[in-house]
C-alpha cells in the first residue's frame, strides 16, 4: 500500500499463472481525492448561501437589482432593493451625458430613437415614465449619475441565454466609438449561420468518426505501406526544399558576383545569407533524417509491427472504442458541476459604492479568492484523472486481450472498469495529482506575470522579467509533457502488474534504460500516424464541409463553419486516437515485458510479432524451435472458462 512499497518482483513471469493477485494500490490517495471531494461539496454549500449567478445570467443593473427579479437592499440607494420581476432584460446607456448606466428594462428599444417622449416610454429615465427608478437626488453623485434621460436610446436584440440588449452596429454607435459593441451584427448573423449549418455540422462529426475508425482498421493491413510512405514524403519534401534553397543561393551568388561590392545593397546580402542559412539548415537536417531513418529502418519496422498488432487488438475488442464517449461524457459532468460551482463562488462578492458615479462594485474577498483557486485545481484534477481513467483502461483491455492468447473472456472494458474502482482508484488519483498541480502552477505564473505587467518597469527590467517568465513557462511545460509520458507508461505497468504508482514509475525508468530505443521510435512512429490521421480526417471533413456550404446561399459566413467542423473534428479524431495510441504503447510494453521476463522462451506475443527480434533472441519461439501457441496450449487451458483462467481471474 506505501508509494514505494517494493511490491514487485523482477524475477517473476509474464503469464497468467505467475502474475500476483491484485491488490489496493496507493489507497491513501483515494482517500485524499475523496476528502478533496468532500471539500467541493463544503465549497458548493458556501457559493449557494452567497453566490448570485443570476446576476451573470440575467444581467443586473447599477444599483445592484437583478433584472427579472424580486431584490433585496445591496447599497445605500433608493434605486437599490426594487423589484424588477417584470424589467428582464439588462440595458445599457451608451450617452456620454449619463455614462455608462445599466439598466433593467421591460422591452429593448428595436430602433434608434432621439426623441425623448420615446426615450421615456421605452423606461430609460429616471423617475420618469414607466421606469421602476427614482430620480438620483445623492448630492456626492457625478453630474452624469444625476442626468435623468440619455439624449437617444439605440436600436438593440436580444442574446436568448442572457437576456441582455446588444446594439446592433449603425453610424451613430460608430461615432460614439462603442467598439466593445461594433460587430454585434455580425456576431448575430455568425451565430444564425452556425444554427442553419448545424445538420452540416452534425453529419460531418459523424463522417469524421467513420474515417477515423476506417483509418485504425486500414492499420490492421497496410500500417507498414502507409508509415513508410509517410517516411518517404518526408524525405522528398526535405529534398525538395534543400534543393529549392541550393538553387536559390546559386542565384543570389550569380546576382552578387555580377556587380561590384559597392553597388550591392544591403538587401541583396541579407537575401544571399539567409539563402545560404536555409541550404545548411536543410542540408544538416536532411543528413540526419536519412542517417536516423536508416539507423533505425528494422526498429520502424518492429514499431509498424506494433501498430499492426493495436488494430488486432482493438477491433477484437470493439467497446474499448466506447471509452472516449464513458469519458466525454463523465468529464462533462464534472466540468459541468466545477463551472456551477466557480459561477456561484464568483458571485459571492462584497458590494461597494466606490466609484464616480456612486454606482455598486462588486470586490473579490480573500476567502473567495482561495476558494476559486481550490475549484481550479478540481477542474484540473478531475479531468486528469478521467484522463488516467481512460489510459488505464485501455491498457487494461490490451493486457487482457495479450495475456489471453487473443481471445478475451467475457467483457474486458467491464473487468478493467472494476479493477479501477476495486484496485487501482489511488495510483490514478496520485499520478493524476501530480500533473493537476504542475497545471496549476502554471496558471499562477500567468496570473502572477498579469499582476507583474501593473508595476511600472524601465525597458531593460521589463524585458528581462518577459525573459524570465517566459523560461519558466518553457520549463513548466516541459515538465508537464515528461511527467504526462512517465504517468501514461505507468499506468500502463499498473494495468499489467497491478504494482503501486511509485513501483511503475520505477519500473518504466528500467524499460526506458534497456529499450529506449525502440521505445523512442514506437513513440516516434505514433506521432507519425496520429498526424497522419488527423490530417486525411480533418482536412477531408473541413473539405467536404466547404463544399456543402457553399451550396447554402443562406451563410455567409462559410469561413466559421469550416473552421468549427475542423476544430469539432480535430476534437473527435484526438479521442480515438488517443485510444489507438496506448493501445500500441500498452502492446510495446507488453512485448518488451514478455521478452525481459520469459526470456529464453516461450514467449506470448502471436505469430504477427513471431519476427521480433530482441538482439540475438527471436521472440515468437520457444527453446526447441516450436511457437509459443503450441507450447501454451500444452501447458495451460486458455479457455475463458478453464481451471487456469478461473484461478487467475483477478489479473
Known sequence: ????????????????????????????????????????????????????????????????????????????????????SNYKHSYYTLDEDVGFRQLCVAACPGSFTNNQANIQALGLCLGVGPSPYVTNNNPNASSAATQACPSFAYSSFITGVTDRCFPQANNTLTKLSTSEFNGAAEVEQAMADIYAAADIIGWMCLLSIIGVFTFIALMRWCAGPIVWTAIFVCFVFLCCAFGAFAFASVQAKHDLDGKPKEEQTKAEQANFGLVV???????????????????????????????????????????TFCCPFITAFFMILWMAACIAIILYVATANEFTTKTPDGYISYVYTE?????????????????????????????????????????????????????????HFGSLAFGSMIVAIIQLIRVILEFVEHQAKKTEMGDTAACLRKWIFNCIRCLLYCLEKCVKFINKNAYIQIAIWGTSFCTSCWN??????????????????????????????????????????????????????????????????????????????????????????????????????????MGDQKVGQTKDGGTHREYRKSSINMNPGGEAYKEHSSV
Open 367 to 423: 476567502d473567495q479568492r482561495f476558494l476559486l483557486w481550490y475549484m481550479i485545481f478540481a477542474v484540473f484534477w478531475g479531468t486528469q484523472l478521467l484522463l488516467a481513467m481512460l489510459e488505464f483502461t485501455v491498457a487494461s483491455n490490451a493486457a487482457i486481450w495479450y495475456l489471453n492468447d487473443e481471445k478475451p473472456p467475457g467483457w474486458p472494458l467491464k473487468t478493467s472498469i472494476f479493477r479501477i474502482f476495486r484496485y
Open 277 to 319: 542559412f536555409g541550404v545548411a539548415f536543410f542540408g544538416i537536417v536532411l543528413l540526419i533524417y536519412t542517417c536516423v531513418v536508416i539507423a533505425m529502418r528494422k526498429r520502424i519496422a518492429q514499431a509498424v509491427d506494433i501498430f499492426e498488432e493495436a488494430a488486432v487488438a482493438l477491433f477484437t475488442m470493439p467497446t
Open 508 to 613: 518504466v525508468f528500467g524499460l526506458l534504460r534497456k529499450h529506449i530505443a525502440l521505445i523512442s521510435v514506437v513513440n516516434g512512429v505514433a506521432y507519425l500516424i496520429v498526424f497522419i490521421i488527423k490530417l486525411g480526417v480533418c482536412v477531408g471533413a473541413a473539405f467536404l464541409t466547404y463544399l456543402w456550404v457553399r451550396t447554402k446561399e443562406e451563410i455567409e459566413f462559410y469561413a466559421l463553419v469550416v473552421c468549427i467542423v475542423f476544430l469539432l473534428s480535430l476534437v473527435l479524431v484526438d479521442a480515438f486516437t488517443d485510444v489507438y495510441e496506448v493501445c500500441a504503447e500498452a502492446i510495446m510494453i507488453l512485448v518488451l515485458e514478455d521478452h525481459d521476463k520469459n526470456s529464453p522462451g516461450p514467449f506470448l506475443m502471436s505469430e504477427r510479432l513471431g519476427a521480433f527480434h
Open 1 to 84: 500500500m506505501g508509494c514505494c512499497s517494493g511490491d514487485a518482483d523482477d524475477d517473476r513471469r509474464l503469464d497468467l499463472k505467475d502474475i500476483k493477485p491484485r491488490r489496493c494500490t496507493d489507497a491513501l490517495f483515494a482517500v485524499i481525492f475523496g476528502i478533496f471531494v468532500i471539500g467541493m461539496a463544503v465549497v458548493c454549500g458556501w457559493g449557494v448561501d452567497n453566490g448570485e449567478p443570476q446576476r451573470l445570467v440575467h444581467g443586473h443593473d447599477s444599483y445592484g437589482n437583478i433584472c427579472g427579479e424580486s431584490n433585496h437592499k445591496r447599497i445605500e440607494d433608493p434605486n437599490s432593493g426594487l423589484d424588477m
